[in-house]
Nanobody, 116 residues
């Protein structure tokens, strides 16, 4: 079982920045993929960014490219999402995700609200 706890969500103005954190309850060395998804009110959950942990290969949604950066700290079992130049369209609950084959795990989410 892997527990994921997100933090760092907040209310920011358009153009602002936030850093989201996700702490795993186990060593992330045993996890294949971790990432961030988001869900806005009335919309489906969508991918923001993922990282294949062994190779550190990253994948970003088009909306996140050039503004968001996913990173990890294996010594702390942490995953991060640096977000810059935030827009009102980025307003959503952001969820941390982990794939430890064959199981997937989700955190409880952290709210990001971007005001115009």
């Amino acid at each position: 079982q892997v527990q994921l706890v997100e933090s760092g969500g907040n209310l920011v103005h358009s153009g602002g920045s936030l850093r989201l954190s996700c702490e795993a309850s186990v060593s992330i060395l045993g996890i294949t993929v971790m990432g961030w998804y988001r869900q806005a009110p009335g919309k489906q959950r969508e991918l923001v960014a993922t990282m294949t942990l062994m190779s550190s290969t990253t994948n970003y949604a088009d909306s996140a490219k050039d503004r968001f950066t996913i990173s990890k700290d294996t010594t702390k079992n942490m995953l991060y999402l640096e977000m810059h130049n935030l827009r009102p369209a980025d307003t959503a609950v952001y969820y941390c995700y982990a794939l430890r084959t064959p199981n997937t795990y989700w955190g409880q989410g952290t709210q990001v609200t971007v005001s115009s």
